[in-house]
């Protein structure tokens, strides 16, 4: 038992972590949301217990959110909108045979 | 299969004693919680709790509706859970308990969980077929019961100064509670003979290992199981119980036969 945790923030003994559920077998892991949780074991069951009530998944990946590294919004116009303009790289220009199937 | 054809006569009244133990048991600490749904100390078990609870409703359906076609009396699942009087029901006096705070809802929740796991695994061998494929289920969700309350009786327990308190505190409020688990009469011994109970020996084991695992985890001192109180399976039940049905069978009580 340590007994300096009085002086620790609710939010320094539950931090917030990120939730990715894979849908099904096949499919990639994609963020849901978050939870609240003490560590890694906690937050897995926190995120079983918030995001796959109704069957929504079959693997579970949480992540302290404090981890993630996030692009700057001060910068999002010379990110993203250069992008924009360059319309040949969408792969619409190409007629795909049937027996290829969904891609 | 319905009715009790398929049944023996005496072994079809143990059956129906059974199914309202476990029943009574899954009902009212479903309920107890489920008075926590909006009052939890975080959104995650806000979540967890009444999860659990839906689970333990779901296992009380079964018994319930099994028992009423077993006693043929024309009894719906609603009758048992919302129609009968405190001295009918027959779970053990733990489950009614008052939840008191988060760490003695979570304790009770691992003790119980800790019991009806082993059960259930034992039963999913039972020699009826509609009990054995109930215990298929059950067995999954008192798992993660026994995961999800234990890993917070670890880290109550092994947490601060005041957690430590709180969940030594509960188990002396739930101490004299734990041996009517174990309690076993006449009938519970036929059920044994009889495959529709496992050998109470192995349940115990299970138990104890669960338990002492984590409470060496949690700092918390070995269990011991001494005289206790008990009388629940006899429909001898606490003050607390007439509080407890006066919320959950109001609607029946009040607006007979009403749906949604």
New interface residues.
């Given amino acids: 038992?340590?007994?300096d945790?009085?002086s620790l923030s609710p939010r320094d003994l539950?931090p917030i972590w990120e939730v990715f559920i894979r849908p099904r077998t096949g499919l990639a892991h994609s963020h849901v949301g978050s939870?609240?949780?003490?560590d890694e074991?906690?937050a897995v069951?926190?995120a079983?217990?918030?995001y796959t009530?109704r069957g929504e998944g079959v693997s579970i990946w949480v992540v302290p959110s404090a981890s993630i590294t996030a692009s700057d919004p001060d910068q999002r116009d010379e990110n993203f909108d250069p992008a924009a303009s360059k319309v040949y790289r969408h792969p619409s220009f190409y007629d795909i045979p049937d027996d290829v199937g969904h891609m | 299969m319905a009715g009790r054809d398929h049944l023996a006569d005496d072994t079809a009244d143990d059956l129906l004693a059974l199914l309202l133990w476990i029943g009574d048991d899954h009902l009212i600490l479903g309920h107890r919680l489920s008075e926590w749904c909006g009052h939890a100390p975080?959104?995650?078990?806000d979540?967890?709790l009444p999860?659990m609870a839906l689970d333990l409703i779901g296992t009380a359906r079964m018994c319930y509706g099994y028992a009423a076609e077993i006693e043929g009396g024309g009894r719906s699942e609603d009758d048992y859970a919302f129609l009968r009087d405190g001295t009918d029901f027959r779970h053990m006096l733990m489950v009614e308990r008052p939840n008191g705070d988060f760490a003695h809802t979570m304790l009770r929740q691992f003790l119980f969980a800790a019991w009806m796991h082993p059960l259930w695994d034992g039963l999913t061998g039972a020699s009826d077929a509609r009990l054995a494929d109930h215990a298929g289920k059950a067995v999954k969700e008192m798992a993660?019961h026994v995961?999800?309350s234990g890993?917070w009786v670890i880290?109550l327990g092994?947490?601060?100064?005041e957690s430590?308190r709180r969940m030594r505190a509960a188990l002396d409020d739930l101490g004299p509670y734990i041996g009517e688990m174990f309690e076993s009469d006449e009938t519970s011994a036929r059920l044994v003979v009889a495959g529709l109970l496992p050998d109470p020996a192995t349940v115990r084991a299970a138990f104890d290992s669960t338990v002492a695992r984590t409470f060496t985890m949690a700092?918390l001192p070995p269990l011991e199981i001494g005289a206790g109180i008990s009388g629940g399976r006899a429909g001898r039940h606490g003050e607390v119980l007439g509080h407890l049905l006066a919320e959950m069978q109001f609607l029946q009580r009040a607006y007979p036969g009403q749906t949604w």
């Fill in positions: 038992m340590s007994d945790t009085r539950m939870v609240h949780a003490s074991v906690m069951q926190a079983r217990d918030v009530r | 975080m959104l995650e078990e979540l967890a999860n993660y995961r999800h890993e880290r092994d947490g601060t100064a430590a700092q």
